[in-house]
Antibody, heavy 121, light 108 residues
Framework: QPHLVQSGAEVKKPGASMKVSCKASGYMFTSDGISWVRQAPGQGLEWMGW????????NYAQKFQGRVTMTADTSTNTAYMELRSLRSDDTATYYC??????????????WGQGTQVTVSS | DIVLTQSPDTLSLSPGERATLSCRASQTVSSSYLAWYQQKPGQAPRLLIYSASSRAAGIPDRFSGSGSGTDFTLTITRLEPEDFAVYYC?????????FGRGTKVEIK
C-alpha cells in the first residue's frame, strides 16, 4: 500500500527557512509526482505546487514562487519542500501527497500525516 | 484562477439521512480533473472521488459523485457516524490547482 511519512513538527522564527521531508513507500516512487498542500489553523486546504519525481519538473503556485523549492531524492524515496523567508502567516500544517495520473484522471492519494510548522518570534 | 464555491458551508443532518454537497466552479472544469476529499479533525484529507464520479479504493458505495462543466455534487446516501467530517472539492484543470473552502457535515 502506498504510504507517505513526513518529518516532525517545527518551530521557526520569522525570516527563517523550513524544510519538510516526505518519505514514500509501497509504490514506485518515480512513477508519480508529489504535491504539497498546506492548511492554516482552522482554515481550508491550499495547494502549493508539485514535483515530477521522474524528471524533476516543478510547478509552483504563483503565491509561493521565489520562496519555495520542491525536490525529490530517488535514492531514498524522499521528497522535500523548502519554504524560505517565513512569516507568521506561514504557520500551518503542511501535507505531502502523491499526485497520481491515469490516462485522463488525476488525484491526490495518499496523504502524509502532516507536519505542523509554527512561525513565531 | 478557478474558484470553487462549495455549498452549504455547514450541513446539519442525522445518521441515516442523505447528504448532498455542491461544488460550483468559476469556469468549466473537465470532469476528469475534479476530485472530492474527506477530512476529519486532526487527520489528513482522504481521497473519496476522482474524475468527478469514480470512487477511490476502499470508499463505500454510499458515496457518489456526479456533475460536469461547472456544477458538481457529492452525495452520501445514508450517513454513518463516521461520515461526519469536512468535505472538499478540488480541481486539476488549471494551475493553480484549487480547493473549495469545504462543507462541514455535522450531527444534528
Amino acid at each position: 500500500q502506498p504510504h507517505l511519512v513526513q518529518s516532525g513538527a517545527e518551530v521557526k522564527k520569522p525570516g527563517a527557512s523550513m524544510k519538510v521531508s516526505c518519505k514514500a513507500s509501497g509504490y514506485m516512487f518515480t512513477s508519480d509526482g508529489i504535491s504539497w498542500v498546506r492548511q492554516a489553523p482552522g482554515q481550508g486546504l491550499e495547494w502549493m505546487g508539485w514535483i515530477s519525481v521522474y524528471n524533476g519538473y516543478t510547478n509552483y503556485a504563483q503565491k509561493f514562487q521565489g520562496r519555495v523549492t520542491m525536490t525529490a531524492d530517488t535514492s531514498t524515496n524522499t521528497a522535500y519542500m523548502e519554504l524560505r523567508s517565513l512569516r507568521s502567516d506561514d504557520t500551518a500544517t503542511y501535507y505531502c501527497t502523491r499526485y497520481g495520473v491515469d490516462y485522463f484522471s488525476r488525484w491526490f492519494d495518499p496523504w502524509g500525516q502532516g507536519t505542523q510548522v509554527t512561525v513565531s518570534s | 484562477d478557478i474558484v470553487l464555491t462549495q455549498s452549504p458551508d455547514t450541513l446539519s443532518l442525522s445518521p441515516g439521512e442523505r447528504a448532498t454537497l455542491s461544488c460550483r466552479a468559476s469556469q468549466t472544469v473537465s470532469s476528469s480533473y475534479l476530485a472530492w476529499y474527506q477530512q476529519k479533525p486532526g487527520q489528513a484529507p482522504r481521497l473519496l472521488i476522482y474524475s468527478a464520479s469514480s470512487r477511490a479504493a476502499g470508499i463505500p458505495d454510499r458515496f457518489s459523485g456526479s456533475g460536469s462543466g461547472t456544477d458538481f455534487t457529492l452525495t452520501i446516501t445514508r450517513l454513518e457516524p463516521e461520515d461526519f467530517a469536512v468535505y472538499y472539492c478540488q480541481q486539476f484543470g488549471n494551475s493553480p490547482w484549487t480547493f473549495g473552502r469545504g462543507t462541514k457535515v455535522e450531527i444534528k
